[in-house]
Nanobody, 125 residues
Framework: QVQLVESGGGSVQAGGSLRLSCAASGYSSSRYCMGWFRQAPGKEREGVATIATGGVITDYADSVKGRFTISRDNAKNMVYLQMNSLNPEDTAMYYC??????????????????WGQGTQVTVSS
């Protein structure tokens, strides 16, 4: 079955960087859209970035454009989120997800039925 395992979270100071990783297994992950999402305490889950099968077509939330980069290594069944210039507003649980479709189309979490357990990112000022 679909299994997604995130890693790489931690605590950093504002201005710092982190790289999140998502290991996919149990299905042919290279054929499907992958995304990163986050949920801060008391807030709804929101889309951060998505990447289509070939790794060329990406989409980002306005709040992270220019700071975050999503990438994938299909040979390793991995998806990454490089996060630079972090600020306290980026503090959240970060989740990897797939919609098991070739295209991504939307950053809405509602379109993604398969999720990992999440990795916590905390940014202090």
């Amino acid at each position: 079955q679909v299994q997604l395992v995130e890693s790489g979270g931690g605590s950093v100071q504002a201005g710092g960087s982190l790289r999140l990783s998502c290991a996919a297994s149990g299905y042919s992950s290279s054929r499907y859209c992958m995304g990163w999402f986050r949920q801060a305490p008391g807030k709804e889950r929101e889309g951060v970035a998505t990447i289509a099968t070939g790794g060329v077509i990406t989409d980002y939330a306005d709040s992270v454009k220019g700071r975050f980069t999503i990438s994938r290594d299909n040979a390793k069944n991995m998806v990454y989120l490089q996060m630079n210039s972090l600020n306290p507003e980026d503090t959240a649980m970060y989740y990897c997800a797939t919609n098991l479709r070739g295209g991504c189309w939307s950053l809405s979490p509602a379109g993604f039925p398969y999720w990992g357990q999440g990795t916590q990112v905390t940014v202090s000022s």
